[in-house]
Nanobody, 119 residues
C-alpha cells in the first residue's frame, strides 16, 4: 500500500528555517526520483525540487539557493531544508515521486504539511 507522510511544517517568521520530512512506503523508493511540491491557496500545485535515485538535484528558480532537497534511501525518507523563508512560501507542502504516483488510475497524494511564513 502506497503511503507518503509529510511532517515538519509550522509557523515561522520571515527569514526563518524549517526542515520537512517525508516518509515513503509501498513502492521502491530508492530507484524513484522524488520531488517536493507545494500548493498555495488559489494556486496550482507546483514542483519545487526533485532528487534522483542517484542524488542529482534540481530546483525551480524561486527556491534555488534557499531550499535543499536530500534523501536517505535506507530510511525511505526525503527531506527539504528551507532557509530564508518568505511569506510567499506559505503553502501546503507535499512529497511525491516525479512524476507523481498513480494508484488505480488516480494520482496519489499524502496529507501534506502546512508551512506558514509570517512577515
Amino acid at each position: 500500500q502506497v503511503q507518503l507522510v509529510e511532517s515538519g511544517g509550522g509557523l515561522v517568521q520571515a527569514g526563518g528555517s524549517l526542515r520537512l520530512s517525508c516518509a515513503a512506503s509501498g513502492f521502491t523508493f530508492s530507484v524513484n526520483a522524488i520531488g517536493w511540491y507545494r500548493q498555495a491557496p488559489g494556486k496550482q500545485r507546483e514542483l519545487l525540487a526533485a532528487i534522483s535515485g542517484g542524488g542529482s538535484t534540481n530546483y525551480v528558480d524561486s527556491v534555488k539557493g534557499r531550499f535543499t532537497i536530500s534523501r536517505d534511501n535506507a530510511k525511505n525518507t526525503v527531506y527539504l531544508q528551507m532557509n530564508s523563508l518568505k511569506p510567499e512560501d506559505t503553502a501546503v507542502y507535499y512529497c511525491n515521486t516525479n512524476p507523481p504516483l498513480r494508484v488505480n488510475f488516480s494520482y496519489y497524494w499524502g496529507q501534506g504539511t502546512q508551512v506558514t511564513v509570517s512577515s
